[in-house]
């Protein structure tokens, strides 16, 4: 088992990643504080791990709300079946919830905790490779509005993440593809070295390669953990986090949440990040081809979805959580391992990067 | 005009209280650090207020919300129809919410505030002198279920409380009467010297007297500033500030919100809280008599309502966010000037309480 640590004040917790953590009672027992445990999850995750995770937790009140599968699902009505069953069961300040799946129920969960009577302790179980090497950490929760992704929300950290990589090998090729999208993001933000690395062991990823896995999500915990301790609220570096995701929050935005993976539409987001980097001038296109190359062998698509234009895209980058007092600032790269926020681009640039992707395909 | 300062690290702000502040726009600007605003108000105040306050932000990008006045719409759907203004406007994670109203309008206000893109500014400028002495400051926020009072909410801190005592003026004197019952409160469980003070200048304070109403504000305001920033998020000994609020919710949820004002079932509440303190040998029986003539003094319910029984407080009363795995705990006065929270109490005494105050009527 491998400990980082998210270095927040009173608010810091630690991350935990090793095989069969979620059999290990005595972990999970060592950072719930009183009696009650709400196990929220879905219909998808359930049926795999529900059982073996309450069984860790007898002699504790616990109950459990299983959500329909899916980022269609992640809305207020929803989150309010978990504030429902918390309610009906007459749970109190003292409780804690436990998410245990990927990062929808990860952001409902977080979100529940976050105002459920005004903030109880809540516990990262992630099951995916996104939500371990992503939503899990850092303290984002929330909720989904028909006007855009996330708008509803809390910055909340729970009490500690518990990563079991034995739960990625029941996970379907397409969502390891999706964890990779992420992984990618933070060896072309802020290590070159880590995406060398990558470069050479994309195989081995894919194929869940026991040593592998460990080895880049311990990485990618570390590279997000460094850059949320550094900025919490998001309020300057965090944003670096979204390389690629205005692009791919129009994609989801426009095809309907849940057609295409975060991940995938993260990957092809990143894809059109680069493209706009080299455009100014700032990455070479040889470094625009490894982003292309490593992002495509990865499994992920690198163009945008058949039949959206490029004004399908400015409709839903404008109401991006980047945008500033009306000016749209996207996550670029300075040069491979280096991003930056900025709205410094000429608005053409950006035109032409849409274009070029809308084309591609 | 005075200043407090609530001191809470990263999260102080000031609350100014005077007369005339709504019209000091240099005031209310000083808070606002982005270009958008939106003004929060119900359809009560608006048309006092509203114009007044809009007048001074000319320049800024302003739009307002009027929501139906009353705890009765302090909740999810209500609420919604702030996020959606929020969007619909495209307001970005630099826009400011200003709160202008009562006690319902700034817990939807400030709740709004933490969860509109993760969490935006806000600004309190409470016009009930319910709100002003004590809903406006300390963070709470939060929005009632069907299961109970703000079930739902966050802690979440404005940048600035602005009191404008003029604004007093247009309250009906059930609503006055309803703020004096938490200025009564902070007498009881802090300072018995403020106490009897306000039995020397109650009828003063019921009439408006400029200079004893801005007096009890002020002092009201210090010692919910203290009792908050020695615990934000009521861990411990912030509780204290809910003398009287177990029973007063008990009073709220069987009667259905809005039925009673908040501070007029504090009021019958706090009278419950004596009269447990006096059986449990805490206070003396003058003590007690007291705490209900001054509350009755200032023209508040000093018994249970008409037709409400002991088992419909029981009922009520097992959902309070003060009990804690399973154990109710109250807000019982240790001697006038001192409470404490506890749960160690025979359950015959709280039982005898009720009956009392079931059948003082």
Known sequence: MQQISVDLGDRSYPILA???????????????????????TDDTVAPLYLEAVSRQLEGLRVISVVL????????????????????????????????????????????????YQRGV????????????????????????HPAGKNMIGAFYQPQAVIMDTDTLRTLPAREISAGLAEIIKYGLIRDVGFLAWLEQN????????????????VRSCEIKAEVVAADEREGGVRAILNLGHTFGHAIE???????????EAVGAGMVMAADLSRRLGWITQQDQQRAISLISAAGL??????????????????????????KLRLVLLKQLGEAVVTG??????????????????
Chains 1, 2 share one sequence.
């Open 18 to 40: 090793g095989a069969g953590l979620i059999t290990r009672g005595d972990l999970l027992r060592s950072h719930i504080k009183g009696s009650q445990v709400c196990i929220v």
């Open 121 to 144: 302790d809540f516990i990262q179980v992630p099951t995916t490779l996104l939500s371990q090497v992503d939503s899990s950490v850092g303290g984002k929760t929330g909720i989904n």
């Open 202 to 217: 994309m195989q081995k990823l894919r194929t869940l390669d026991a040593a592998a896995v460990i080895h880049a999500i």
């Open 253 to 263: 935005a426009h095809l309907g949440y849940g057609r295409w993976l975060h991940g």
């Open 344 to 361: 410094e681009f000429a608005p053409q640039a950006l035109i032409s990067t849409l274009e070029h992707a809308c084309n591609a395909r």
């Open 301 to 326: 698509p690198v163009s945008s979805p058949e039949g959206m234009e490029v004004a399908d895209y400015q409709l839903h980058m404008s109401v991006d959580k980047k945008v500033m007092d009306g």
């Open 68 to 115: 329909p599968t899916g980022e269609a699902f992640k809305n207020w009505s929803v989150l309010q079946q978990i504030l429902d069953a918390l309610l009906e069961a007459r749970f109190d300040r003292k409780c804690c919830l436990l998410a245990l799946g990927g990062g929808v129920v990860g952001d409902m969960t977080g979100f529940a905790a976050a105002i």
